[in-house]
Every structure is written in structure tokens, then in C-alpha cells.
């Protein structure tokens, strides 16, 4: 339903956009998001964008990460700009949406490496 991709090896201070395309019944109702999990932490939210544009954002991303959608291709980006180690991870896609209950799906994860 959800197919990620992007990730790479890049340097401190470099930039990478993560790609995840849905298929349309899924984005046109999802709040869509990308969640990241390093290793031995928990998954967290790092963006996450409604269908009417709302979008939330980390406090360790902001002003560096920026999520968009294009509902025409039915996907959704993370760019990430200004790097750090600490943004490694394996990154997901992710999207939700409630139909008298919640549906929610997930991408495979792409990996994030930040390093010199």
C-alpha cells in the first residue's frame, strides 16, 4: 500500500528527500506521516501532514525537515536538509485515516545514514 524510498549515506550537513507513494484510495483520506526508528530507541513522529495541508513537525526537525504531498501522484516527501548523525535511522512512511474506525498502514523502512 505504501512504498518508500530515498534513504542513502550522506554526509553532516547534507541533504536527502525521502519518497512515499500510496495508493489513491489511501492518500486521498490519510493523515500521512514518517515516522523514524533508530536502533534500541523507540519509533517516533518526525512529520506529518493532514489532507488539508496541517502539517506537525519534531522539535529536532523543525526548521529543517519539510513534508509535502503531491495528491496528483499520490505521494508524499520528506525533505531533509542540514543533517546530522543524529538524524540516522530507518525511516517509514506512514498513513492513517478513520472509517468508523482507525486504518492505519506502513511503508517499509528506508535507512538513513548520516556520517563523515
Known amino acids: 500500500q505504501l512504498q518508500a524510498s530515498g534513504g542513502g549515506l550522506v554526509q553532516p550537513g547534507g541533504s536527502l528527500r525521502l519518497s512515499c507513494a500510496a495508493s489513491s484510495s489511501i492518500s486521498s483520506r490519510s493523515v500521512m506521516g514518517w515516522y523514524r526508528q533508530d536502533t534500541g530507541k523507540q519509533r517516533e513522529l518526525v512529520a506529518s501532514m493532514t489532507f488539508g495541508g496541517t502539517t506537525y513537525y519534531a522539535d529536532s526537525v523543525k526548521g529543517r525537515f519539510s513534508i509535502s504531498r503531491d495528491s496528483a501522484k499520490n505521494t508524499v516527501y520528506l525533505q531533509m536538509n542540514s543533517l546530522q548523525p543524529e538524524d540516522t535511522a530507518v525511516y517509514y512512511c506512514?498513513?492513517?485515516?478513520?472509517?468508523?474506525?482507525?486504518?492505519?498502514?506502513w511503508g517499509q523502512g528506508t535507512q538513513v545514514t548520516v556520517s563523515s
Open positions: 506512514n498513513a492513517k485515516y478513520r472509517n468508523g474506525r482507525w486504518y492505519e498502514y
